[in-house]
T-cell receptor, first 114, second 111 residues
Framework: AQSVTQPDIHITVSEGASLELRCNYS??????LFWYVQSPGQGLQLLLK??????LVQGIKGFEAEFKRSQSSFNLRKPSVHWSDAAEYFC????????????FGKGTTLSVSS | NAGVTQTPKFQVLKTGQSMTLQCAQD?????MSWYRQDPGMGLRLIHY???????DQGEVPNGYNVSRSTTEDFPLRLLSAAPSQTSVYFC??????????FGSGTRLTVV
């Protein structure tokens, strides 16, 4: 079955510290992988995506993610977190079996402490 | 381009009422889908469509109907609203090269 697991429900990081959000997936073929961010009361913003090629993907706002096929992982990283990064982060894999939609993880809430 | 437009942005319904959440896209995407977002649950797929006249159920379809009479529009209908349908609803469309565009969401409260 296709699924996405984000093991950490909530993470707190000090401002200026590095960040890694974990994402593991179960998928029968080569997946397309995505990270979205959602600020409170807002919609989804695409941070980055991986389709093929270089397994280290650069995104917006200084984020990057690394695809590791052997570990079925697509972890999101940022070297120095800013207070404005506090939000909820969703990892997603696609497409679903019908080829139409994304399968989302349950999300990780990031808090940033000063 | 407007992308994916959802209306209304906010709605309060009484239990048993019906309503339609509107979703329109102007990118000529064939694939469209509806998700609901609940705290701690991520986004779950309700219904999807692979083109005009073709729809199918996703993970959580109960209580919702959809239709796709045109490529542009994909409305989601609640026939008899229940408090369990209180959620944030997102519509999305998918391009041929796997670019997913999401609407800004509809926040629905059923009392």
């Amino acid at each position: 079955a296709q699924s996405v697991t984000q093991p950490d429900i909530h993470i707190t990081v000090s401002e200026g510290a590095s960040l890694e959000l974990r994402c593991n997936y179960s998928y029968g073929a080569t997946p397309y992988l995505f990270w979205y961010v959602q600020s409170p009361g807002q919609g989804l913003q695409l941070l980055l995506k991986y389709f093929s090629g270089d397994t280290l993907v650069q995104g917006i706002k200084g984020f990057e993610a690394e695809f590791k096929r052997s570990q079925s992982s697509f972890n999101l990283r940022k070297p120095s977190v800013h207070w404005s990064d506090a939000a909820e982060y969703f990892c997603a894999v696609g497409p679903n079996q019908a080829g139409t939609a994304l399968i989302f993880g349950k999300g990780t809430t990031l808090s940033v402490s000063s | 381009n407007a992308g994916v437009t959802q209306t209304p942005k906010f709605q309060v319904l009484k239990t048993g009422q019906s309503m339609t959440l509107q979703c329109a896209q102007d990118m000529n995407h064939e694939y469209m889908s509806w998700y609901r977002q609940d705290p701690g649950m991520g986004l779950r797929l309700i219904h999807y469509s692979v083109g005009a006249g073709i729809t199918d159920q996703g993970e959580v379809p109960n209580g919702y109907n959809v239709s796709r009479s045109t490529t542009e529009d994909f409305p989601l209908r609640l026939l008899s609203a229940a408090p369990s349908q209180t959620s944030v609803y997102f519509c999305a469309s998918k391009s041929f090269n796997y670019g997913y565009t999401f609407g800004s969401g509809t926040r629905l409260t059923v009392v």
